[in-house]
Structures are given as C-alpha cells and as structure tokens.
C-alpha cells in the first residue's frame, strides 16, 4: 500500500478537475480525497497499490481535457487514507 499527498498547481480549477479526479480514482480503485485550495491549487490524498497510485500521478499530470497542469508535487509519503473517494470542500 502506498499513500501520497499530492498538491497540483496549474489552471486546475474550474476545469472539472476534482470530479475528474474522483472518476479516475474511482476506475483504478485508489482511495483518498480531493480539495480545492483558495490560492488556486488542488490538493490530494491517493491511498491503494503503488502502481494504481503511480498511474494516478501520471494522470494527475494530464488532467481533464480544459486544466493546463503545470506541476505535481508530492507533500508528503505514508499513512492512512479513507475508504472510498471523496471531494472535500475548499480550504
């Protein structure tokens, strides 16, 4: 199990961003959430086996059709996620 804590910057909101990431999660069977952040990022927790969380990364990187992703970080490794998946609300 791998758990990664992610912020991703970019024109990444207002572009269907979470609920993408919601229905890319989901179709992969990662667990975790996703937020808005006020300063214009998006920020996520992906929980499940390192190579479905590695694919999320990688599609994170992408994004939706209209988001323009400029970066993906990784904050931090490890720990508990969720069951499931879910959008939070801004913070």
Do not use: K
């Not at 599609?59 to 939070?88: H, K, M, Q, W, Y």
């Amino acid at each position: 199990m791998r758990t990664v804590h992610v912020r991703i910057e970019g024109l990444v909101q207002g572009v269907y961003y979470r609920a993408w990431t919601r229905e890319q999660a989901e179709m992969l069977g990662v667990s975790g959430w996703v937020r808005n952040r006020r300063d214009g990022a998006v920020e996520a927790l992906f929980a499940g086996d390192p190579e479905r969380v590695a694919e999320m990364l990688a599609r994170c990187r992408i994004g939706p059709r209209d988001a323009r992703v400029r970066s993906v970080a990784i904050l931090a490794e490890g720990g508990a996620a969720p069951d499931g998946f879910t959008v939070l609300p801004t913070v």
